[in-house]
């Protein structure tokens, strides 16, 4: 299969023998994005002037802070905190007490567009994440470049078959892609594909963690653990996608 620079990182995500070859290329794209962010981007203007507006979700502030680098990490925190503190207080001024009968935290009724405007100006910071985008918009470059391959290249319909399928989370991002990316006789050649390799390989992580349970029964005690001895984190990995055996990324500096 001819190579390109934009088809390597798919194919050797296929060549891994992964659970789900999407799950090591957003890995790959996630750690890449931290390495990038708290490298030396911090230090650039634009970087920190989007970082600043966007912020991170919880799960990569936890990312970055296990990686390392504190200094990196202060300095995009300040800034962004000084830029939250500022838009923070603007709606904190304008904020008006529910009247009675009106809609509070828990309860129902309606309030006004004004008293919803903190809650929803914190809902929105919630929403935005630096590290999210970065590796996101790469991401679904990657499930555009599948079907690329897919279509025009014939060795790679060999590397799907011969792959452990994919987790159910990224099985459905390539099922709303294909109805976008594939005509009928596309899909009609590559469908019953997935879904055969969804049905062995789900029936696989079932046999695997059901033989896990099994070992603990005292009758199976010299028994041989077969290939089931990391059957948990490939059983949720193959249900929602991600590592849950993987520690902390750090920096290897």
Same mark, same amino acid.
């Given at each position: 299969?001819?190579?390109?620079?934009?088809?390597?990182?798919?194919?050797?995500?296929?060549?891994?023998?992964?659970?789900?070859?999407?799950?090591?290329?957003?890995?790959?794209?996630?750690?890449?994005?931290?390495?990038?962010?708290?490298?030396?981007?911090?230090?650039?203007?634009?970087?920190?002037?989007?970082?600043?507006?966007?912020?991170?979700?919880?799960? =990569?502030?936890?990312?970055?802070?296990?990686?390392?680098?504190?200094?990196?990490?202060?300095?995009?925190?300040?800034? =962004?905190?000084?830029?939250?503190?500022?838009?923070?207080?603007? =709606?904190?001024?304008?904020?008006?007490?529910?009247?009675?009968?009106?809609?509070?935290?828990?309860?129902?009724?309606?309030?006004?567009?004004?008293?919803?405007?903190?809650?929803?100006?914190?809902?929105?910071?919630?929403?935005?994440?630096?590290?999210?985008?970065?590796?996101?918009?790469?991401?679904?470059?990657?499930?555009?470049?599948?079907?690329?391959?897919?279509?025009?290249?014939?060795?790679?319909?060999?590397?799907?078959?011969?792959?452990?399928?994919?987790?159910?989370? =990224?099985?459905?991002?390539?099922?709303?892609?294909?109805?976008?990316?594939?005509?009928?006789?596309?899909?009609?050649?590559?469908?019953?594909?997935?879904?055969?390799?969804?049905?062995?390989?789900?029936?696989?992580?079932?046999?695997?963690?059901?033989?896990?349970?099994?070992?603990?029964?005292?009758?199976?005690?010299?028994?041989?653990?077969?290939?089931?001895?990391?059957?948990?984190?490939?059983?949720?990995?193959?249900?929602?996608?991600?590592?849950?055996?993987?520690?902390?990324?750090?920096?290897?500096?």
């Amino acid at each position: 299969m001819k190579e390109k620079i934009y088809t390597i990182p798919l194919t050797d995500a296929f060549m891994a023998n992964d659970e789900c070859p999407f799950c090591f290329v957003e890995r790959k794209l996630e750690q890449d994005a931290i390495d990038f962010i708290l490298g030396s981007a911090y230090m650039e203007s634009d970087i920190r002037e989007a970082t600043d507006q966007l912020g991170f979700c919880r799960h =990569h502030f936890q990312m970055m802070y296990d990686y390392g680098n504190s200094l990196g990490n202060a300095l995009m925190l300040k800034t =962004h905190i000084i830029k939250m503190n500022r838009e923070l207080s603007s =709606h904190l001024k304008s904020y008006k007490a529910t009247p009675s009968g009106g809609l509070s935290l828990f309860g129902k009724g309606k309030s006004s567009e004004n008293n919803n405007s903190l809650s929803s100006f914190l809902e929105e910071k919630e929403q935005t994440c630096y590290v999210c985008n970065y590796y996101k918009d790469t991401y679904a470059r990657y499930l555009d470049t599948f079907f690329y391959m897919y279509k025009n290249n014939p060795d790679f319909k060999d590397l799907i078959r011969n792959s452990k399928g994919f987790c159910l989370h =990224h099985l459905k991002d390539l099922m709303n892609e294909g109805e976008r990316s594939l005509n009928e006789k596309q899909k009609a050649d590559l469908y019953p594909l997935l879904f055969e390799l969804t049905e062995q390989n789900m029936k696989r992580i079932e046999e695997d963690i059901s033989w896990f349970v099994d070992k603990f029964d005292y009758r199976n005690k010299e028994a041989d653990w077969k290939n089931s001895k990391d059957a948990i984190p490939r059983s949720i990995q193959k249900l929602v996608g991600g590592y849950p055996a993987d520690g902390p990324y750090k920096d290897s500096k």
